[in-house]
């Protein structure tokens, strides 16, 4: 059983950085394509950044940065120069791993962490 597990919430004041993390456990994941979104409240999840090892397809907003670590399965988000409008929950989603020697698409989500940019 893979999980996802993300970072705690947070409040940050304007102008600040942060980073979100999201653990994979359960299984070792060798993770070929992660991204990370955003929803707020009464709006569509939006797409922050990705990285897609099988096809290159790799994005991020400006200030925004994604990046991997295979050694514990880990994904992070760096976030900086917060502004209010950032307020928002970030998920964490897994979509391609590595698995007995071929691509395997997956739909693997964080639980989603509360970032609330504010003075």
């Known amino acids: 059983q893979v999980q996802l597990v993300q970072s705690e919430g947070s409040l940050v004041q304007p102008g600040e950085s942060l980073r979100l993390s999201c653990a994979g456990s359960?299984?070792?994941?060798?993770?070929?394509?992660v991204a990370w979104y955003r929803q707020i409240p009464g709006e569509e999840r939006e797409l922050i950044a990705q990285?897609?090892?099988?096809d290159k397809q790799n994005y991020a907003k400006s200030r925004f940065s994604i990046s991997t670590n295979s050694a514990n399965d880990t994904v992070y988000l760096q976030m900086n120069s917060l502004e209010p409008e950032d307020t928002a929950v970030y998920y964490c989603h897994v979509f391609n791993v590595w698995h007995n020697g071929a691509l395997e698409r997956t739909d693997y989500w964080g639980q989603g962490t509360h970032v609330t940019v504010s003075l």
């Open positions: 990285i897609n090892s099988h």
């Open positions: 359960g299984v070792n994941l060798a993770i070929y394509g």
